[in-house]
């Protein structure tokens, strides 16, 4: 029987124990640099190193969760919250261990729209940023007056430059 990756600890070396048979995990790294081509190498590489699961911040899912599939490893999503990452009939070994876009757009508006506050909603044009906006469009559209503005900006820059008065000049 597989560990649960959920068991997993972030320090270099995690323990877990099943019927009382111990096993001792060493925690490896991989970094994406944002790069699906590098995520799927990484993915490769650490089912080479014998891994029992892999946790991803998204990058690389697409490309990526067919390898780990035909290897009978796990996938956990930690960070991009889409509702296209997941799909149990589809992908079958990608869990995600995060909250949706969706969860935290509801719960955004549910914090936000009581206290009357006017919000812009700004997004970037990568599809996880999209698939953000959709979400946030979803969860303020009940009440769209508390959105003041919704911009997008360019993807993959330090700084979107996006400053007061491009929120003002997009408020209607």
Same mark, same amino acid.
């Given at each position: 029987?597989?560990?649960?990756?959920?068991? +997993?600890?972030?320090?270099?070396?995690?323990?877990?124990?099943?019927?009382?048979?111990?096993?001792?995990?060493? +925690?490896?790294?991989?970094?994406?640099?944002?790069?699906?081509?590098?995520?799927?190498?990484?993915?490769?590489?650490? %089912?080479?190193?014998?891994?029992?699961? %892999?946790?991803?911040?998204?990058?690389?899912?697409?490309?990526?969760?067919? %390898?780990?599939?035909?290897?009978?490893?796990?996938?956990?999503?930690? *960070?991009?919250?889409?509702?296209?990452? +997941?799909?149990?009939?589809?992908?079958?070994?990608?869990?995600?261990?995060?909250?949706?876009?969706?969860?935290?757009? *509801?719960?955004?508006?549910?914090?936000?729209?009581?206290?009357?506050?006017?919000?812009?909603? %700004?997004? #970037? #044009?990568?599809? *996880?940023?999209?698939?953000?906006?959709?979400? !946030?469009?979803?969860?303020?559209?009940?009440?769209?007056?508390?959105?003041?503005?919704?911009?997008?900006?360019?993807? !993959?820059?330090?700084?979107?430059?996006?400053?007061?008065?491009?929120?003002?000049?997009?408020?209607?």
């Amino acid at each position: 029987m597989r560990p649960d990756p959920y068991l +997993i600890s972030p320090s270099r070396f995690a323990l877990y124990s099943e019927c009382g048979v111990k096993y001792r995990f060493r +925690i490896k790294r991989y970094d994406t640099g944002l790069s699906p081509s590098t995520a799927v190498r990484n993915v490769r590489k650490a %089912i080479a190193d014998g891994a029992v699961a %892999i946790v991803d911040e998204g990058t690389g899912v697409d490309a990526s969760w067919q %390898i780990a599939r035909d290897a009978d490893v796990p996938l956990a999503v930690t *960070y991009q919250g889409g509702e296209g990452l +997941i799909d149990p009939a589809k992908r079958p070994n990608v869990f995600r261990i995060a909250p949706t876009d969706h969860g935290m757009s *509801y719960r955004l508006a549910e914090y936000l729209i009581p206290k009357k506050l006017k919000v812009a909603l %700004i997004t #970037d #044009d990568s599809s *996880y940023g999209q698939e953000g906006a959709k979400a !946030l469009d979803e969860a303020f559209s009940q009440n769209p007056g508390s959105v003041a503005a919704k911009l997008t900006v360019r993807a !993959l820059t330090t700084f979107p430059g996006v400053t007061a008065a491009d929120v003002r000049a997009a408020t209607p």
